[in-house]
């Protein structure tokens, strides 16, 4: 969060499941799509924040298997945890509040007497988040028995019913929506809320999220009964509200289009690069770019031509060195040769290329330094690397603006690549 010293342009506040994340999609299309808008113009002055109920241990898990963006806050256990950058520090302070009039023992014994509720896996069972799974007819009943209940014993819960299926006994003041009341109150005192926040969600626990003062906020086509009847009774003439007609991220992309709340054209939805040159210098749309582009090279997308190679060459100092991950130096004959030989050998396959986390610093007059994550899925296979390149901006009468200068990629720990020859960039 500190990365930003000023109000960030956009803040997108995100459920995952079925939001953000379509489980139906083995392809993640409309991930994909997002991530690629997101990183071509978002990242450097805009935060990303995950809202999800799930615990750190599902949260990770997701991101194993999906092709997840890296956010600037994450927000689990149904906003009851808030965690800070990608070493995921938690806030203390939130931690505090949510102690008021709670205690997870009397919720555990008082909701042990309710037959009808089977307790989640116990990696779902957090300090402040009491979860179970109970059946669409029965909730209402339930719920209004144990709040009665759980108040007799001195406690103020809030207690949510999402997906049609999951309840979550939470203190009062938790939920995804307090959640983001509280950080809107941090960035106040600090004098840098952000200009915009949208709000993404599908379910139950979303449904908060869309009651904060000021944001923009979509319901995704898929969302479910109870998000939509939640916003018949108590939103509908809220104009900053709108229900997608597209599903997952994609809707989250239409939202940023309706309410004009930036570019919303993905670098993915757009065939040849050349027709979307943007206004100024984007250097992590150039990045987005060229990543594509490999993927639609190697994946046989786009017709064989030696043009795009020389284009590549006229757009690389002819002193530009690729370091690849396997520590090999590569000029830049050397990796138009490699290009040329891999065309089409991902052809059918699900083989797909995505960055996260391209943050430029400009380091010089027209000379920028960009550090990012690259990753590769093959099947069921996923490495990634770290990339640092450096761009120049200064030849203006280079085709795109820029020149490659340097590429350097490292191996991430976790993700190496046990055949080196099959990572052509
Ligand atoms: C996630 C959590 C679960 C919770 C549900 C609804 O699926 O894993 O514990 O009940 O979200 O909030
Ligand atoms: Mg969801």
Sequence with gaps: MDRLKSSARFMIVSDLDHTMVDHHDP?????????????????PDSLLVFSTGRSPTLYKQLRKEKPMLTPDITIMSV?????????????????????????????????????????????????HKVSFYVQKDKAPEVMKALSESLEK????????????????????????????????????SEGRLPQNTLVCGDSGNDAELFSIPDVYGVMVSNAQEELLKWH????????????????????????????????????????????????????????????????????????????????????????????????????????TNELRRSYGDKQGKQYRVWVDQVLPTEIGSNIWLLKFTKWELL?????????????????????????????????LDEARAKDHTDWVC
């Excluded at 490495?383 to 350097?408: I, Q």
């Design 27 to 43: 392809e993640n299309l409309s991930l994909l799509r997002f991530n690629a808008l997101w990183e071509a113009y978002y990242r």
């Design 79 to 127: 906003g009851t945890e808030i965690t800070y950058g990608n070493s995921m520090v938690p806030d203390e302070g939130w931690v505090e509040y949510l102690n008021n009039k709670w205690d997870k023992s009397i919720v555990i014994e008082e909701t042990s007497k309710f037959p009808e509720l089977t307790l989640q896996a116990e990696t779902e069972i957090r300090p």
């Design 153 to 188: 014993r001195g406690l103020d819960v809030k207690i949510i019913y999402s997906g049609g299926m999951d309840l979550d006994i939470l203190p009062q003041g938790a939920g995804k929506g307090q959640a983001l009341a509280y950080l809107h109150k941090k960035f106040t």
């Design 232 to 335: 018949a009774e108590n939103a509908k003439d809220n104009p900053k509200i709108i229900h997608a007609t597209e599903s997952c991220a994609a809707g989250i992309i239409q939202a940023i289009g309706h309410f004009n709340l930036g570019p919303s054209s993905s670098p993915r939805d757009v065939m040849d690069s050349s027709d979307a040159m943007p206004e100024k210098f984007e250097p992590g749309h150039e990045i987005v770019k060229f990543f594509l582009f490999l993927e639609r090279w190697r994946r046989a997308e786009m017709e064989f031509s030696e043009l795009y190679l020389a284009g590549l060459k006229a757009l690389s100092l002819p002193s530009c060195v690729f370091v690849h991950p396997s520590g090999a130096e590569q000029s830049v004959l050397d990796c």
């Design 379 to 411: 099947g069921e296979q996923r490495r990634g690397c770290v990339v640092t390149v450096l761009l120049s901006s200064k030849d203006l009468s280079a085709p795109e603006g820029f020149t490659w200068v340097h590429m350097h990629q490292t191996w």
